[in-house]
């Protein structure tokens, strides 16, 4: 299994980024999909998630409104919109894979995760 996250990069504050992450070696509808993200110094933390279907969605209070995951199943690609981009964004993105029912609700919990990323870097300048 492989995840394979781009589109970080750096922007001023206000800017905005699209990253993505593109899956392979797994049957992508069966997995709900995970942004989570770590800045220096501290722990990862969860960003957004998706289900299986695209339609359920959660992200965490601090970026709601500022960012959208969104997934595309034929292209085995999960996504993470980010607008008004702040300073405190700035961490290395990973996205994540969980095998989970059709009905399991989104999980916020790293661990619980079966697949990682490498992570792809955002960096928000004031």
């Known amino acids: 299994v492989q995840l394979q996250a781009s589109g970080g990069g750096l922007v001023q504050a206000g800017g905005s980024l699209r990253l993505s992450c593109a899956a392979s070696?797994?049957?992508?509808?069966?997995?709900?999909m995970g942004w989570f993200r770590q800045a220096p110094g501290k722990m990862r933390e969860f960003v957004g998630a998706?289900?299986?279907?695209?339609?359920?969605?959660d992200h965490t209070d601090s970026v709601k409104g500022r960012f959208t995951i969104s997934r595309d199943n034929a292209k085995n690609t999960v996504y993470l919109e980010m607008n008004s981009l702040k300073p405190e964004d700035t961490a290395v993105y990973y996205c994540?894979?969980?095998?989970?029912?059709?009905?399991?609700?989104?999980?916020?919990?790293?661990?619980?995760?079966?697949?990682w990323g490498q992570g792809t870097l955002v960096t928000v300048s004031s």
């Open positions: 994540a894979a969980k095998r989970t029912i059709l009905t399991a609700p989104i999980a916020h919990v790293p661990s619980v995760y079966d697949y």
């Open positions: 070696g797994l049957t992508f509808s069966f997995y709900t």
């Open positions: 998706i289900n299986r279907s695209g339609t359920s969605t």
